[in-house]
């Protein structure tokens, strides 16, 4: 915080109103209402730490410790008011992803103070570590229930209604008034929690990827199976290669999903960071490609060509897909720090909190049969509830994403903390100005649930972004709109001009996948090109290949990264931009393509300078083009087997 001379009435000022008592430019410390906090991390930031009762009713024993980061307003004069940010998950620190909210508040920071806080039992509030399910190579139902085991009595505590009272302590105990709370994903179950049992904290919210607490037939999440095939139908209606294919994007999948349940296989392909994993081909993986959205983008963009390709026989492009999804649905980092996320903490939240499709009050073994009995009814009733993919396909993917089985061994809460009762049965939402934003393409919290969100608050508002994903305010999200929305509205309760909402451009999705550059389209020629239509599809086959690396950015997170049908490529990320070295990547099996390719981050443009090599043809291009814009279009010079190149076709 920046002190500037004549101060004094400034800080008596602050006093009254519990906030700042520093009188040094950097203290080392700062009183902030009734705690001392120490500056930390080397910037702006002060961390403290709250005792508080394990269980807030008394009934169990015990403390702990909740830790949260407070970045003072940069200006001189009154703050404006504080800035809170909850994390997903459930089970990610809040504090890891502090550069993420800070770069979203960054604009109103110099009014505005910063409260970010980590949630009992993660990052540094107590981090639940369940070893074994935090190291497992995937969840398993038994996994789950001995994690719910050893926490014993202390399982129901990390409920969200515990963590929205801990933030509500040290909001007291800071002695700062109404706050502008902002969530994203399960940030904003913690938020409508927090508005029911802690009105009076707030000023506003904004939600972003928003689902509610209860709502019909909750426990089968009955939106995400329709949300999922209209992001897909939706993506290739308004491609024109997809749209040109009889049928929707999902009728294209089916050929693919039909032989996957004939004919399941062990396969083995490379992750996003070129990881070579071994796993089973079957319907279940093909439905976490679909559901997990993770890699989110790449996913939209290559599912549908992929899938036709699987049918046809080259089965590459989809294997790569299932494997990137397996390393995408794993929310661990490198080192499986349960501060980095937790498992037992997003074991112990989804099991405590939200209704189950069975009865959270009897016994694990009793609970089987109540399962298998909701089961067999859903089945009977209503077999179409995750189509294309049938009930047991869809609970074959990670339990943590198909959420139906995951609770069954979990141990029977305490009658004084009883499962699915986050809030109580005649919750009331408070009036205050609520924003909720959603992705239009965005399955894991949809549009619908966003909506219904929205209408329980008396003045709640959804606003959609047009072929946008899950979570839009953050950076790296699909375009800036949802960031400026949430600035002005923090600023003013008011989003004011929203029309950037509806002209994010839509994602551009692979039109083939192809074995041999002579299977592709050509370029389109322009004046002054040589090329024959020959040397022209080679043209199309480099564009791809640089449009295929820049997609494994998403799902990259080694710097190192294979070709889809071999060589290899290095990621170098800085602020300003991505750059990548190719060498010897071979997108399709007749050319091979070395050089570099850089994406700015300001501007969009991406450049890439190429050398190719192979039986398809050899030469050199420099291909451009620029993200962000709507009709993007590739511009292409430079010479193939000596004849001169002057092109465009679609951005890749």
């Known amino acids: 915080m920046k002190h500037l001379g004549g101060r004094a009435l400034w800080i008596a000022c602050l006093l009254c109103i519990g906030g700042i008592t520093a009188a040094d430019e950097n203290p080392a410390t700062l009183q902030v209402g009734t705690l001392l906090l120490h500056r930390c991390g080397g910037g702006p930031a002060y961390c403290g730490d709250l005792d508080r009762p394990m269980d807030p009713t008394g009934a169990i024993p015990g403390r702990m410790s909740v830790h949260f980061e407070y970045y003072p307003h940069s200006e001189s004069g009154n703050s404006a008011g504080t800035l809170v940010a909850t994390e997903g998950g459930p089970g990610f620190a809040a504090t890891e992803s502090r550069e993420d909210y800070l770069a979203l508040y960054r604009p109103l920071r110099r009014n505005h103070d910063v409260l970010i806080m980590d949630n009992r039992g993660t990052g540094l509030s107590g981090a639940v570590d369940c070893p074994e399910l935090q190291s497992a190579e995937k969840w398993t139902v038994p996994l789950v229930g001995a994690c719910g085991d050893s926490l014993g009595n202390r399982a129901p505590l990390y409920s969200t209604a515990y963590a929205t009272d801990d933030l509500a302590a040290v909001l007291t105990a800071l002695k700062i008034g109404r706050i502008d709370l902002y969530g994203d994903s399960y940030g904003t179950y913690f938020e409508q929690v927090f508005a029911v049992r802690h009105p009076q904290a707030l000023r506003s919210l904004v939600l972003d990827g928003a689902y509610p607490l209860r709502g019909p037939d909750y426990p089968w999440w009955p939106t995400y199976a329709p949300a999922m095939r209209d992001k897909f139908n939706i993506a290739c209606r308004r491609s024109e290669a997809c749209a040109k294919v009889p049928g929707s994007s999902i009728d294209h999948m089916r050929p693919a999903l039909d032989q996957l349940r004939r004919q399941p296989f062990a396969a083995t392909a490379a992750d996003g960071d070129g990881k070579m994993l071994s796993f089973t081909a079957n319907a279940s993986q093909f439905a976490i490609v679909l559901f997990g959205s993770a890699p989110a983008a790449a996913s939209v963009r290559e599912a549908d060509a992929a899938a036709r390709a699987f049918a046809a026989g080259d089965r590459l492009p989809l294997l790569r897909l299932m494997a990137e999804t397996i390393s995408g649905v794993d929310s661990r980092d490198p080192t499986a720090d349960p501060k980095k996320w937790s498992a037992g903490l997003a074991a112990a939240v989804m099991c405590q909190d939200p209704p189950q499709i069975f009865d959270m009050r009897l016994a694990p073994d009793l609970r089987v049969a109540d399962r298998d009995r909701a089961v067999a009814q859903r089945q009977a009733n209503f077999p179409d509830?995750?189509?294309?993919?049938?009930?047991?396909?869809?609970?074959?993917?990670?339990?943590?994403?198909?959420?139906?089985?995951?609770?069954?061994?979990?141990?029977?809460?305490?009658?004084?903390?009883?499962?699915?009762?986050?809030?109580?049965?005649?919750?009331?939402?408070?009036?205050?100005?609520?924003?909720?934003?959603?992705?239009?393409?965005?399955?894991?919290?949809?549009?619908?649930?966003?909506?219904?969100?929205?209408?329980?608050?008396?003045?709640?508002?959804?606003?959609?972004?047009?072929?946008?994903?899950?979570?839009?305010?953050?950076?790296?999200?699909?375009?800036?709109?949802?960031?400026?929305?949430?600035?002005?509205?923090?600023?003013?309760?008011?989003?004011?001009?929203?029309?950037?909402?509806?002209?994010?451009?839509?994602?551009?999705?692979?039109?083939?996948?192809?074995?041999?550059?002579?299977?592709?389209?050509?370029?389109?020629?322009?004046?002054?090109?040589?090329?024959?239509?020959?040397?022209?599809?080679?043209?199309?086959?480099?564009?791809?290949?640089?449009?295929?690396?820049?997609?494994?950015l998403e799902s990259n997170s080694s710097g190192e990264a294979k070709g889809l049908r071999g060589g290899s490529f290095r990621i170098v990320r800085t602020d300003a931009a991505a750059r990548l070295r190719l060498d010897g990547v071979r997108w399709t099996e007749d050319l091979s393509v070395s050089g570099t390719v850089n994406r700015s981050s300001q501007s969009g443009e991406v450049r890439a300078a190429l050398e190719l090599t192979g039986t398809a043809g050899s030469g050199r291009l420099d291909i451009r083009w620029r993200e962000g814009v709507a009709h993007a279009t590739a511009r292409i010079t430079g010479e193939i087997d000596g004849a001169r190149v002057v092109a465009r076709q679609t951005a890749p």
């Open 385 to 552: 509830t995750y189509a294309p993919f049938s009930i047991d396909e869809f609970r074959g993917m990670p339990l943590d994403y198909s959420f139906l089985d995951q609770c069954v061994a979990w141990p029977v809460s305490a009658p004084e903390h009883p499962a699915s009762h986050v809030v109580g049965a005649e919750y009331q939402y408070p009036d205050v100005p609520a924003l909720v934003l959603s992705g239009e393409l965005d399955n894991m919290t949809t549009t619908a649930d966003g909506a219904a969100v929205a209408r329980t608050f008396k003045h709640g508002r959804q606003i959609r972004i047009l072929n946008s994903l899950h979570v839009n305010a953050l950076p790296r999200a699909r375009s800036q709109c949802a960031a400026g929305i949430v600035r002005r509205f923090f600023d003013t309760l008011s989003p004011g001009d929203i029309q950037c909402a509806s002209e994010v451009p839509p994602l551009r999705l692979v039109p083939q996948f192809a074995r041999h550059a002579s299977e592709l389209d050509p370029a389109a020629a322009q004046a002054g090109n040589r090329a024959d239509a020959g040397q022209l599809r080679v043209v199309s086959a480099a564009v791809q290949t640089a449009g295929d690396v820049l997609a494994r």
